[in-house]
């Protein structure tokens, strides 16, 4: 199956988001050893799924794909954001 359109993407664009994702990686690493609390599991969820969407959108090119996968993977992430929020509320209720 041959592409209509080339989609090369500079060099320069994988150094910036290898550097975004570097500083998310610190982030990540300083809010593990902060005492934010309950948060903590929170924050680190959130920042992981930043780092998730970085890399699909940049690295698996989901930015240049039709956009039949974008909802496919937005589908993905409502489900696994409705797993995570279901069994958030099971332990607190138990």
Known sequence: MESK????????????VLVVLL??????V???FANIGAWGIGLALLIA???VFLVLYYFMHLKVE???FAIFT???????AITVVITFFDYLYR
């Open 5 to 16: 359109h080339k989609h090369i993407t500079p060099y320069r664009h994988y150094a910036v």
């Open 23 to 28: 500083f998310l990686t610190a982030v990540t």
């Open 30 to 32: 300083i809010a593990a």
């Open 49 to 51: 799924s930043v780092k």
């Open 66 to 68: 039709n956009s039949i």
């Open 74 to 80: 937005g589908l993905v992430f409502l489900m696994m």
